[in-house]
């Protein structure tokens, strides 16, 4: 059970009065100030913010999450692939932190007890022309160090996967499954046995400077950020399950009072699809912008599991911005079919009809976007259509696996991606870390695109932000 702080009980803990509210163990003492703040309760956050309090246990860490549960948007609506390192550029640190990640992945759920599975993944060329460039993804595979990759024939795909049907296949027996969710709460709980406080409820709108000391604090200017939360209400986002037997520590949902503030040295925002607005809030360009990308997927109804072993995979186009529809055995033991890419009309957007004007505002009039649909217009037309007709996205499936039929499949979950684009409408596939300007700007570090495979990555990832952490700020 993480022990957090919802939103209405962090005045009265600061008094030392703090009531239990269910779902909610009774809170600590919140102190007068901290020595880093940690903005995100995603995945990259509570991996950041564990590394963190894991190398400096003598300082004061807080965590503050806008939602009253932990790793419930990116974090909690993804495949649940643990990803091997096959695409990415050789060298970039993208793929570097990818096969890094797996291997600390693996370890860290031996260690935690945390149920995965290592079912493999196939990607399979159905067309000749793929061919040359499945063999591409292989040199680039082996010069990635992705361990124990191999080129099967037509009869190899078949031992692998008996109704999958290719001329030529990728075989990577490292790729596995997991409720990233589940491992994200576990990073969690144990930023809180280390020390670390999490808040939820707490969504960050405000970070400045102040010129007076908290009230009845006797450090002084110690802590010269205030993180606000200026806002009255909010909606409330429903938490995803886990699919594990595990169970999920639960939280409560209370607002933070209005002009409720908390007092710090240093900030850290990992801000997922808000990454851009909180990096405009301490003056930073709001470029590049995140521009969210819904992803729709199918599941196959429970007596067609047998159809699907592992994960199997399309060889990438490089015509096209996105990898291609997939089908994706998960933990609980179903079986997802997709995604589709589409422009989500909202930023948490999971439902076609949902919609922000601002946020939907906000992409439309983004010079990047503009300039991404038209270089990839019939693309994207495709995708759309093949997110209203189910059916032709079931034909795409079936060059995969044949007897697979539209009476096999049913909708499925949704995921929306933080997907951030330049103003040349080029996706940014790399990390991007950025400060403030001015007196705030030399106190504040925003992670302002971490791309996927994030949850795969996450505690290289959180080695790699703490690394930055202690070389800009003087912990």
Request: charged share 25%; hydrophobic share 40%.
């Amino acid at each position: 059970m993480i022990r957090t702080l919802s939103g209405a009980t962090l005045q009265a803990a600061a008094a030392g009065a703090a009531r239990p509210t269910r779902g909610v163990t009774t809170a600590r003492r919140l102190h007068s100030g901290y020595d880093v703040a940690v903005v995100g309760g995603g995945i990259v956050g509570l991996a950041t913010a564990r590394e963190l309090i894991l190398r400096h246990p003598s300082l004061r860490l807080i965590l503050l999450e806008k939602e009253q549960q932990l790793a419930v948007h990116q974090s909690g609506h993804n495949s649940g692939v643990i990803h091997s390192g096959i695409y990415y550029t050789p060298g970039s640190l993208k793929a570097r932190l990818c096969v890094r990640g797996a291997t600390l992945a693996y370890e860290y759920c031996d260690k935690k007890g945390l149920p995965y599975k290592k079912c493999g993944k196939l990607i399979v060329a159905v067309e000749q022309e793929e061919i040359p460039r499945l063999r591409a993804l292989y040199e680039r595979g082996v010069k990635n160090d992705v361990r124990d990759l191999s080129i099967v024939d037509a009869k190899g795909i078949r031992e692998r996967e008996p109704f999958c049907r290719g001329i030529m296949a990728l075989d990577s027996p490292h790729t596995g499954i997991v409720d990233w969710r589940m491992v994200a709460l576990r990073y969690g709980q144990d930023f809180e046995e280390a020390g670390g406080t999490v808040v939820t409820g707490s969504e960050v709108n405000d970070i400045s400077m102040v010129t007076e000391s908290p009230a009845g604090s006797a450090e002084g200017m110690k802590y010269p950020i205030a993180i606000r939360d200026k806002k009255v209400g909010r909606e409330r986002m429903e938490a995803p399950r886990c699919a594990s037997p595990i169970a999920c520590p639960s939280f409560s949902v209370v607002l933070l009072p209005q002009g409720n503030e908390v007092r710090c040295r240093y900030v850290l925002t990992c801000g997922g699809l808000y990454s851009d607005r909180l990096s405009q809030i301490s003056g930073c360009s709001r470029e590049p912008r995140i521009v969210p990308f819904r992803g729709d997927y199918l599941v196959l109804k429970p007596e067609k599991h047998y159809l699907v072993k592992g994960n199997i995979y399309p060889v990438p186009d490089p015509r096209f911005p996105f990898l291609g529809v997939h089908f994706t055995p998960r933990m609980d033991g179903s079986v997802w079919l997709g995604p589709n890419a589409v422009l989500a009309f909202k930023r948490e957007g999971y439902k076609v009809y949902d919609f922000n004007a601002r946020d939907f505002a906000d992409a439309l009039s983004f010079r990047g976007l503009q300039r991404l649909v038209m270089k990839n217009l019939t693309y994207g037309i495709g995708e759309m259509y093949r997110g209203i007709f189910i059916g032709a996205q079931v034909k795409i499936l079936q060059k995969y696996i044949p007897e697979l039929s539209l009476s096999d499949v049913l909708r499925g979950p949704a995921g929306v991606r933080a997907q951030a684009l330049d103003r040349d409408g080029n996706l940014v596939d790399d990390f991007v870390f950025d400060g403030g300007v001015g007196d705030v700007g030399s106190r504040v570090l925003h992670v302002r695109n971490a791309p996927s495979p994030a949850a795969t990555s996450s505690l290289a990832i959180g080695e790699m932000v703490a690394d930055e952490v202690e070389s800009r700020f003087a912990l």
